[in-house]
């Protein structure tokens, strides 16, 4: 006897978004509730924002023959861009997605597909869009003076003085400690230093102990 794999029941879910503290779900929760939403998701965030907690929660649940609803699409996103990432999502977990304010935006459908497709296209001209504007400011900002990158955390006067510790026989925790900043940059910053001779290793107390001492000598 051949048993046959358990078939396994679609779900419907409903993602439900607002901006604001001032606005309200329960328009769209009632709305996806009639349409036949076993579960709903409820989140408070931008729609600019794709790393949505719920929504995420939400995408990770999806199975084949499983659905998305939405009561308009501007709940989901707010960039074709971001549109088309989130239901490329939902196409590739085997699932549907559906907007009840936009009959033609219904993946199950000739249409919905034609849909996808286009949105396709208008994310890669967004995308390409968004490059072109980025490298023209960081061209324009450079043009001005402006310096890209990380900050330095220690200035050139520190890193000086943080190497002749160093070379002096300071240990790299303790410099670290001093200037507010990781071992891993003290290290960096005196790669290369030569120490003196049999003091490979002193504390920040025999170090402190001895400017001490030399200052009530003086």
Known sequence: MVTKPRRTESKR????????????????????????????????ASGRKI????????????????????????RLARSTLDLFAIIKRVEDAGARFRSLAEPWADTSTSGGRLMLAILGGLADVERDMIVNRTQEGRKAAKARGAVFGRP???????????????????????????????????ARICRGVQRKAGRVRRTRAEIEAE????????
């Open 13 to 44: 879910y409903g993602y439900a978004r607002v901006s604001t503290t001032g606005q309200t779900l329960d328009a769209q929760l009632e709305q996806l509730a009639v349409a036949g939403c076993s579960k709903i998701y409820e989140e408070q």
């Open 51 to 74: 790393s949505r907690k719920e929504l995420m929660r939400l995408l990770d649940q999806l199975k084949p023959s499983d659905e998305l609803m939405v009561t308009r699409i501007d």
């Open 211 to 218: 400017r001490a001492e030399s200052a009530t000598e003086k």
């Open 152 to 186: 330095h955390s220690l200035t050139d006067l520190q890193k000086g003085e943080a190497r002749a510790r160093y070379a002096a026989g300071e240990i790299i925790s303790d410099l670290a400690r001093s200037y507010n900043v990781g071992e891993g940059t003290i």
